[in-house]
């Protein structure tokens, strides 16, 4: 008896929305049965995502994707292929080997979204602590180089400077007037 080596494949099944919410696992069982007429082993199958398709297939407009993987011999994925066509449950498949995906992502997307989402929450977190600690001293320098005010009740610095000359030119305006005023009266007398 010949021992037939099974390799980890991946596969995407694109199934009916309404019919998926309607009888999940009755759609579940046909790609378990698809699977097992292959004499492929499940290893993870979970609902990947439900989107709008980017066009009517077989006048449906929505699909639920179903990400599964399983081991089995490579030349049982022609059957597999075959026996989704022939099925009135999935609409289409995509089957590919993960001989060149890295095995965290393959670990990854076996745990499943909420395993992921978890693990992206941590990674944002982490990443939000070293931008933060990245900039805490850079404000702290900012803050050795700007002016210091004399009094918090005053304005800044920069303010009453450009404040302070204008009241001394608006004084100097009218003192100059009344002198051109009274040169005036004295010319003309």
């Not at 696992?25 to 790609?31: D, K």
């Not at 050795?144 to 450009?162: H, I, L, N």
Request: proline letters at 5%; hydrophobic letters at 45%.
């Amino acid at each position: 008896m010949e021992t037939v080596a099974k390799r980890l494949y991946e596969g995407m099944f694109l199934v009916d929305s309404a019919q998926a919410a309607a009888d999940w696992e009755g759609t579940l069982s046909v790609i378990n049965n698809i699977l097992q007429r292959a004499d492929a082993e499940v290893v993870s199958m979970r609902k990947w995502q439900e989107r709008k398709l980017a066009y009517d297939i077989d006048h449906k407009s929505r699909g639920t994707y179903i990400l599964c993987y399983f081991n089995a011999a490579g030349e049982r994925i022609a059957g597999i292929e075959k026996d989704v066509l022939l099925s009135e449950k999935v609409m289409r498949v995509l089957i590919l080997g993960t001989e060149k995906r890295p095995a965290e992502m393959i670990e990854a997307d076996i745990k499943g979204e909420e395993a992921m989402a978890a693990e992206a929450a941590e990674a944002k977190a982490e990443a939000e602590r070293a931008a933060a600690a990245a900039a805490a001293p850079a404000p702290a320098a900012e803050k050795a180089d700007e002016p210091k005010p004399a009094d918090e009740g005053t304005a800044e610095p920069e303010k009453a400077g450009d404040d302070a000359p204008e009241p001394a030119a608006e004084a100097a305006a009218p003192a100059e007037t009344e002198t051109d005023a009274e040169e005036t009266e004295k010319a003309a007398e």
